[in-house]
């Protein structure tokens, strides 16, 4: 199933994880270190209360504000994440949300990749096409199914490893961002 798929059949929690999970993956862009958005995962257990996202929502958006330098158009996508999160887990605005962090984490790592000529890649290969992905995007492409796959199959039980799938994702983008940082420096 394509990643564009796995999102239209989303319920509204794994909805939010993924969203959530890109948005993780990509917080060294935004300055942030491994628990900037610690707090945001715990709003979406199950025994979170009903109002923790939004309060939580609120003060991350606070933290997150620098750019790094070396990966200023890849910031400017995270912070559109961060910008458009719902402080509502419910309703259309989450499924657009969770749409546009997808897109816009493969914008970043193509970007990373030094593929920035080629716009239409993230499209593609979340309507399938994996032909010709560096292996930076293709991870990451397979991190975003992976995170879908794990809330469909285990619902709420499925955070614990959605968290584990972004920490190594954001591992590997923040060595991308040295690696681009040493090159472009």
Known sequence: ?????LIAQADEHGLAVSGLACLD??????????EAVRPLWASLAEDAAPGD???????????????????RECAVEARRMLATAPAE?????????ADACSLGALRIHRLLDGAAGDAGLADACRE??????SPLLAAELRRQTAVLELMAARGPAGLRGALEVSTEGRRVLRAAVSRRSRRDG
Request: hydrophobic share 45%; net charge negative.
């Open 1 to 5: 199933m394509s990643l564009v798929e």
């Open 25 to 34: 993956r990509c917080v060294p862009l935004l300055g942030g270190d491994d």
């Open 53 to 71: 996202w939004a309060e939580r929502l609120r003060q991350t958006r606070g933290k997150l504000d620098a750019a790094v330098d070396g990966a």
């Open 89 to 97: 887990l419910s309703g259309a605005g989450l499924r657009e949300w």
């Open 128 to 133: 399938g096409a994996a032909e010709g992905l």
